[in-house]
């Protein structure tokens, strides 16, 4: 069959532009698949192999928290129905920081299923951007490069609200550094009488574009420092990090369901040990900035 400019110029159009996908060196991995597994009780991850998404059932509607890349949308949509639920169930979707591996496919996923969105203040002016913030540290990337789907309606939260769905309530806990708008969740969840404290973490690394210095601003290091503090204080049982490599997710939840005793898929611990895995980073991320000064 001969492929015409018309006939290809219809196929582009098929394609929402909300799906179309995203191009970086790490965005392949980040998005392969991986099979749905329950956390605890009624929460499920549902993330792909790089960029978690965790689906949470209240009872009267699913909450999602993160929507990774446009590409994404289609495995998590894959990975709520192989739940049994159906994408339209998600009443509200989450996001715990405006940058394009997590927030990505909220657009899509938003359409697709007539969630609500929430964020933080400075993250839901960025979702609606499409766009990392002017004071992001990754902002020297380029519009180009941070750009992602625009979000259209996003309610804003405040810190420490808590939103509510069914027998579920959500708290919000603003956690800025990574980015200005970052946001971490934690909800309590219980299955036959065992209850336990359940975050999703935002992003702890000190990552940047090249010529950024954290080190040229005190405030935001203090900031930033503030977020270790706030995210190791949470009363905690199982910690998800928005990349669930730095939990370490993927070995324990093997371990547990291998009936290995080590390591712990839930751990009081979690949150104080990925606090930990931040706060080394911007150490390390200040010491090599001093040195690059001197």
Same mark, same amino acid.
């Given at each position: 069959m001969l492929i015409t400019p018309a006939l290809l110029a219809a196929a582009l159009a098929a394609t929402p532009t909300d799906l179309t996908p995203i191009d970086c060196d790490a965005c392949a991995d980040w998005n392969r698949p991986r099979a749905p597994f329950v956390l605890h009780g009624k929460s499920w991850y549902v993330g792909t192999e790089g960029l978690s998404a965790v689906l949470i059932d209240s009872g009267d509607g699913l909450v999602l928290i993160d929507g990774a890349l446009p590409q994404s949308a289609p495995l998590i949509t894959a990975s709520i129905e192989s739940l049994g639920f159906s994408l339209g169930d998600v009443k509200w979707i989450l996001n715990s920081h405006p940058h394009f591996d997590h927030a990505g496919g909220i657009a899509a996923l938003q359409r697709?299923?007539?969630?609500?969105?929430?964020?933080?203040?400075?993250?839901?002016?960025?979702?609606?951007?499409?766009?990392?913030?002017?004071?992001?540290?990754?902002?020297g990337f380029g519009p180009e490069a941070n750009a992602f789907p625009p979000v259209a309606e996003v309610s804003e939260l405040a810190d420490g609200a808590v939103l509510t769905l069914g027998g579920l309530s959500l708290v919000l806990h603003a956690t800025p550094g990574h980015t200005p708008g970052g946001a971490t969740w934690a909800w309590r969840s219980c299955d036959e009488g065992d209850c336990r404290n359940l975050v999703y973490a935002d992003s702890l690394s000190a990552v940047s574009a090249p010529g950024f210095r954290f080190s040229d601003d005190p405030a935001r290091v203090a900031e930033f420092r503030a977020t270790f503090d706030r995210i190791a204080?949470?009363?905690?049982?199982?910690?998800?990090?928005?990349?669930?490599?730095?939990?370490?997710?993927?070995? =324990?939840?093997?371990? =547990?369901?291998?009936?290995?005793?080590?390591?712990?898929?839930?751990?009081?611990?979690?949150?104080?040990?990925?606090?930990?895995?931040?706060?080394?980073?911007?150490?390390?991320?200040?010491?090599?900035?001093?040195?690059?000064?001197?």
């Open positions: 697709l299923s007539g969630a609500r969105v929430a964020s933080t203040v400075r993250g839901a002016q960025a979702l609606r951007l499409g766009n990392a913030p002017h004071d992001d540290p990754q902002a204080a949470l009363d905690c049982d199982l910690a998800v990090s928005a990349h669930p490599g730095p939990t370490r997710l993927f070995e =324990r939840a093997a371990a =547990r369901d291998a009936g290995q005793a080590e390591p712990a898929f839930v751990d009081d611990q979690s949150c104080r040990a990925y606090a930990s895995f931040g706060r080394d980073w911007l150490d390390k991320r200040l010491a090599e900035e001093a040195a690059a000064k001197d």
